[in-house]
T-cell receptor, first 111, second 114 residues
Framework: QQQVKQSPQSLIVQKGGISIINCAYENTAFDYFPWYQQFPGKGPALLIAIRPDVSEKKEGRFTISFNKSAKQFSLHIMDSQPGDSATYFCAASMTGYALNFGKGTSLLVTP | NAGVTQTPKFQVLKTGQSMTLQCAQDMNHNSMYWYRQDPGMGLRLIYYSASEGTTDKGEVPNGYNVSRLNKREFSLRLESAAPSQTSVYFC?????????????FGPGTRLTVL
């Protein structure tokens, strides 16, 4: 049973546009929600993370929005650039347990 | 600091052969993980070790064994490789297991089983 569901599977955005990736989870005990970015041939790397006691976290052009009641969180990439083209994974976990990853979103930002 | 290192980078096996994937971290992390990544399936946890001396099964443990050799090293063994184990394998580590602890990933091992 997949604990974190991610959509869309792929996304094409024009340079300067907003990229939005959504995730939903079932386990209300999850207390950590990170997003990872992966470039081809590389391992994933942490991009940004949020805890359930805040509704939004912003780091540069990247923002996580968190809706605890709906059990959903999303990644917004403002002013998307070709260098943002990568695969993005959302994840969730409880303290003391391993991360549960979504299936990933392949983002292509066109010039 | 090298971070998380994995060997080998690439490997081709024949069905039934065995091999061990090696992973080491130099960040003094307590927890280590093995994932496999397949197209459209995301990252699936095979095994993890929350601390030295402990290991636990993840989502897809069948066909694999692990050894937490010491705090730095966590190996993954395929006793009798099958074509279904063709994948990219990532090792990761974190200071503590889960909740609010960044996982650092290695560069991956690309395994093909013929």
């Amino acid at each position: 049973q997949q604990q974190v569901k991610q959509s869309p599977q792929s996304l094409i955005v024009q340079k300067g546009g907003i990229s939005i990736i959504n995730c939903a989870y079932e386990n209300t005990a999850f207390d950590y929600f990170p997003w990872y970015q992966q470039f081809p041939g590389k391992g994933p790397a942490l991009l940004i993370a949020i805890r359930p006691d805040v509704s939004e976290k912003k780091e540069g052009r990247f923002t996580i929005s968190f809706n605890k009641s709906a059990k959903q969180f999303s990644l917004h990439i403002m002013d998307s650039q070709p260098g943002d083209s990568a695969t993005y994974f959302c994840a969730a976990s409880m303290t003391g347990y391993a991360l549960n990853f979504g299936k990933g979103t392949s983002l292509l930002v066109t010039p | 600091n090298a971070g998380v290192t994995q060997t080998p980078k690439f490997q081709v096996l024949k069905t039934g052969q065995s091999m061990t994937l090696q992973c080491a971290q130099d960040m003094n992390h307590n927890s280590m993980y093995w994932y496999r990544q397949d197209p459209g399936m995301g990252l699936r946890l095979i095994y993890y070790s929350a601390s030295e001396g402990t290991t636990d099964k993840g989502e897809v443990p069948n066909g694999y064994n692990v050894s937490r050799l010491n705090k730095r090293e966590f190996s993954l063994r395929l006793e009798s490789a099958a074509p279904s184990q063709t994948s990219v394998y990532f090792c990761a580590s974190s200071k503590l297991a889960g909740g609010r602890n960044e996982q650092f990933f290695g560069p991956g091992t690309r395994l093909t089983v013929l």
